[in-house]
């Protein structure tokens, strides 16, 4: 077995270890040494003497806030993956593989980021913890941590870029950059043979509790890793697009520089840079990637190595403009530093993932020489595997399929990210879009199932979920609970795991009840609402908030709630609980009906975002579809009405993916095809991602914005369940002016494909027939919709030919 399938299989923990107290400790050094909530980065070794090798030798780790382990100087893992301090995970390794007779040396580094960690990190103190699996061993000599492990505080690290924001323009919130003193390093520190004899010896902090529900002074309270370890996967060097010389090196030898510097890389050869020089080289990966970048430098001492990342280069407007051009722009951004202590082959790479497309590579040499040997990436993601496919007769809506698969793995690390790159936060309205699109592209759900978890974990005492977490800043945003109940029922429709949704049913009452509790009883619509209403962020919502919510007449949030009530209703039926069921739907309707009659405008034919009817976007008109509150012989109509009114406030990139919803409901879902114009008008100005929202955009990776590597296999395939844990599926094709489509898509019961072509037209009518190749796996039925007509599908092979 692989390392990669290794880190991808959970290991199953010993049951006695998540019934109390571990008998290993959390370790740190002694307060007066280093305090336990600053900055600061530590490594810790302790050495095991084996007589005979085990067929398995199971640890538990855990740390805070992070760690990098190494066994006999292999690495074999990092952790923990996020989550809170009453639910802490601890990670699972095997070292039977890498163990040998005699000396074994088990090895961590780990670092709190301290005042400057990313808000999505949450944090007691630091600390070190390692478990041996079987408690009943009878040789104490073991990994478990104690003092018999031995721990150096590391004071080669000091924060950097920690104005990156201010340098953006932007909010950025995913920690700061590093810089690394070779001179004070320890290099070789978790080699086997490397002399640890005056580190000191680690002071116990805490004990270990597993899980919750254990423990009366619990600092961090113990959970198994729910998710597999991170994909590490090595990218090759990108391609060099510019070398220049802050010390006017002779044109020719700049030139012969960064032929080198090309030629050299792609041979393995190191390039060398005189004494005294200043060079800066930028470097285009040629995509946007994330991971750790690797550079191996030798010599250089009194050097200064800068990296600089970023997504796009900036103009002196500071603009991005096409994201391809570097004429007459500079690249600003989070950088780590690098101080060369002479070694030969120094190996730096960041403590935490960068997210780059361009890395400026800037170089200041003092009395030595300085190589560079090499420098490489390693991307690091959750290791989702795609199994869906899509083709069709535009080869145009393939880079889009593949470009949105991309930005949804850069998106998907320990949690889901709004954005790698300056906030790796999970908010719920990018989560619920990313989830589905993991849930129609892979088999794996694990990290959908920490979602929806971690947002339960998040609920606050009025009954609200926060709108991201994991977060070490309070933050709410009422209609992103709402997003969370719709996860719940996403999944529920899905996946066939009642137990697990069960549990969070009284969580999605709590968050119902809050919004129920404002209701304005004098208009039927909700009252005025505290917190932050986000919406979208399009110029006419302020701060992304929708008229009238403070007012009390928001007819965009109180149909967004309707929404939600009408999948809580069909959900809570699906668990037997018929009272609540009736109630939510009975509420959906009074709200829906309410908003309709104070906010529709009739002359206009679109829904107003509030009742005073002067003001409108299509999110209000697209919310009244799809709730029917709008009745449902007038959706097409205002469906129309709203795609060509360019008046009303428009959907950005995330609330297109809601607007689609609308569409294909009232009977508009060929009109999808030709909504793909924002999405190949990204692709046209280099973008390899797709971004936050329409130029000028801060995110140029945005997780929202992948809707169509869900749309795809929803909405032009359209393959959908019909009823829950995808037991039925129904197949309501929607090609718009393609030709001709093609995919495959994974379910519960097996893959489901489809072949679609269109016939001929049909003489008389104009329109057209359409060859169909469905196959479904063993014990799955359902329908298969053309034209407003029914066909029966069976499981196995089967050709509808509809003329």
């Known amino acids: 077995m692989s390392q990669r399938e290794r880190s991808e299989t959970l290991i199953a923990v010993n049951p006695k270890l998540l019934q109390g107290t571990w008998p290993g400790h959390w370790i740190h050094m002694n307060e007066q040494q280093a305090d336990p909530r600053a900055y600061g980065v530590y490594h810790f070794r302790k050495a095991v003497n084996l007589a005979t090798l085990p067929s398995h030798y199971i640890i538990h780790v855990s740390a805070d806030n992070r760690y990098r382990l190494y066994i006999n100087g292999h690495w074999i893992g990092d952790g923990p993956a996020r989550g809170n301090l009453t639910h802490w995970a601890f990670g699972s390794y095997d070292l039977a593989p890498y163990l040998k007779l005699g000396k074994n040396v088990l090895a961590a580094e780990v670092w709190n980021m301290g005042t400057y960690a990313p808000v999505a990190q949450i944090s007691n103190e630091t600390g070190f913890l390692v478990q041996q699996d079987n408690m009943d061993q009878g040789n104490l000599d073991n990994f478990n941590t104690g003092p018999s492990w031995k721990v150096m505080h590391d004071t080669a690290y000091h924060p950097t870029a920690l104005n990156t924001g201010e340098v953006l323009h932007s909010y950025f919130v995913s920690g700061p950059g590093d810089r690394v003193e070779g001179a004070l390093y320890p290099w070789g520190w978790e080699a086997i043979d490397y002399n640890d004899s005056d580190w000191l010896s680690a002071t116990n902090i805490a004990a270990p509790v597993a899980p919750a529900g254990y423990g009366t002074d619990n600092r961090w309270t113990l959970v198994p890793r729910s998710i597999p370890q991170m994909q590490h996967q090595m990218e090759p060097v990108g391609k060099i697009r510019r070398v220049e010389s802050e010390n006017e090196i002779a044109e020719k030898t700049l030139k012969d520089l960064e032929q080198s510097f090309m030629s050299d890389f792609n041979a393995g050869k190191a390039l060398k840079i005189p004494a005294h020089q200043k060079l800066n080289i930028l470097i285009d990966q040629g995509y946007e990637t994330v991971g750790y970048p690797e550079l191996t430098v030798s010599g250089g001492k ?41 070694g030969e082959k120094r190996v730096f790479r960041p403590l935490w993932i960068r997210t780059f497309r361009y890395v400026l590579l800037s170089i200041e040499t003092s009395e030595m020489p300085v190589s560079i040997e090499s420098f490489k990436n390693t991307f690091a993601a959750y290791p989702l595997k795609r199994s869906a496919k899509f083709n069709s007769s535009d080869s145009s809506l393939t880079k889009i399929w593949d470009v949105g698969w991309r930005t949804a793995r850069l998106c998907a690390g320990e949690t889901y990210f709004d954005c790698p790159y300056y906030e790796q936060l999970q908010y719920e309205a990018d989560t619920r879009i990313q989830a589905l699109i993991t849930l129609y592209n892979s088999r794996d759900d694990r990290l959908v199932r920490k979602a929806i978890n971690d947002f339960y974990l998040s609920l606050t005492p009025e009954g609200l979920t926060e709108g991201r977490y994991p977060s070490n800043r309070f933050q709410v945003i009422p209609p992103f609970s709402l997003w969370w109940v719709t996860m719940l029922h996403d999944y529920w429709m899905l996946r066939p795991d009642q137990n697990f949704v069960k549990n969070y049913l009284a969580g999605a009452s709590q968050v119902l009840s809050w919004f129920e509790n404002r209701i304005d009883s004098s208009t039927g619509m909700l009252g005025p609402l505290n917190w932050w209403n986000f919406v979208d962020w399009n110029p006419a919502f302020k701060n992304g908030v929708p008229a009238g919510v403070s007012e009390g007449n928001s007819s965009v949030i109180t149909l967004q709630y309707a929404l939600t009530l009408q999948q809580a209703a069909n959900l809570f039926a699906g668990f037997n609980q018929y009272k609540k069921s009736e109630h939510y739907a009975a509420l959906a309707n009074k709200l829906a009906q309410a908003t309709y009659k104070s906010c529709f405008d009739e002359q206009r034919g679109e829904m107003a975002d509030t009742r005073d009817k002067n003001q409108f976007s299509q999110h209000a008109s697209i919310l009244g579809v799809l709730t029917n509150a709008i009745p449902v012989e007038k959706q097409k109509e205002v469906m129309e009405q709203i795609l060509k009114d360019t008046t009303l406030s428009q959907a950005t990139f995330y609330y297109r993916f809601y607007l689609t919803r609308a569409m294909v409901k009232a009977g508009l879902g060929d009109k999808y095809y030709e909504s793909l114009t924002p999405w190949l008008d990204m692709l046209k100005i280099g973008l390899t991602t797709f971004a936050e929202k329409p130029e000028p955009t801060r995110s140029d990776c945005h997780g929202w914005s992948t809707s169509p590597a869900y749309d795809f296999l929803a909405t032009i395939l359209g393959i959908t369940p019909s009823a829950p844990g995808f037991s039925k599926v129904r197949i309501e094709p929607h090609l718009g002016d393609l030709r001709s489509a093609n995919g495959a898509m994974d379910v519960p019961a097996g893959q489901i494909t489809v072949g679609l072509e269109r016939r001929e037209a049909v003489a008389g009518n104009g329109s057209s027939g359409l060859n169909a190749k469905i196959t479904l796996p063993d014990g799955l039925t359902g329908e298969f919709i053309w034209a407003g007509k029914s066909y029966a599908l069976k499981p196995g092979s089967q050709t509808l030919t509809i003329r």
Do not use: C, H, M
Request: glycine share 12%; aromatic share 8%.
């Open 302 to 342: 009194g050097a200064i190595i800068k990296l600089t990342y970023t997504e796009a280069l900036l103009d002196s407007t500071n603009q991005k403009g096409n994201r391809d051009s570097i004429e007459g722009k500079t690249v600003k951004g989070l950088f780590d530093e690098y101080l060369p202590d002479g």
